[in-house]
């Protein structure tokens, strides 16, 4: 998306996979989002404010795959 690339907002991945590719945990701000930099800086300030929500699979390729 455009705004992962706005040099104004540091990119946050909402995603994460563990290193054995097996588990996978996505994030749910639930926060009031007014825009992009105001949500990163609301996450950064009130890390209370985001849920994790996790998921096992067989096996999940990463951003890195080809």
Known sequence: MQREFRSDV?????????ENCKNLAAMEYLGAEVDEAERQRDISENPHLCVWHNFTFDWIYDQQST
Do not use: A, K, T
């Open 10 to 18: 540091p990119f946050r991945s909402v995603v994460v996979i563990d």
